[in-house]
């Protein structure tokens, strides 16, 4: 089973610094169900840095299923279907949520 601290490690190894460039954004994550928790990002002019816990300033939280958070991810189901439908909700930036997933490589969509 995929645990939150597996989803930061992923983070890390899946980020591409230069996608980053000049970018500034804190993504905090609020996950319930097979995983329960909070975790954030801070992406810094092309750094990352991730923990667990709270962020006291971030640029935008995502309240979301931990398994419907991995399948987002992997394509299996899709981000904007999802919260269009109530799914998930995000508050603060959502563009810049959504700008985040290019400064990450993701698995090839089929």
């Known amino acids: 089973m995929i645990t939150i601290d597996d989803y930061l490690l992923s983070m890390q190894t899946t980020f591409v610094p230069e ?3 000049g970018r500034y954004a804190v993504l ?3 996950f319930t169900g097979s995983q329960c928790g909070t975790c954030h ?3 810094d002019d092309g750094t ?4 667990r816990g709270t962020h006291p300033a971030p640029t935008a939280t995502m309240y979301c299923d931990f398994d419907l ?3 987002m991810l992997a ?3 899709d981000a904007l ?3 269009q439908a109530g799914t998930f909700r995000v508050e603060g930036d959502v563009e ?4 985040s997933d290019t400064w990450f490589v993701r698995p090839v969509r089929l």
């Open 96 to 99: 810049a949520l959504m700008e």
């Open 28 to 30: 905090q994550y609020v």
């Open 19 to 21: 996608r980053a460039r």
């Open 41 to 43: 990002a801070v992406v």
């Open 48 to 51: 990352l840095a991730v923990a």
């Open 75 to 77: 394509y299996e189901e």
């Open 69 to 71: 958070f991995l399948r």
């Open 81 to 83: 279907l999802a919260y």
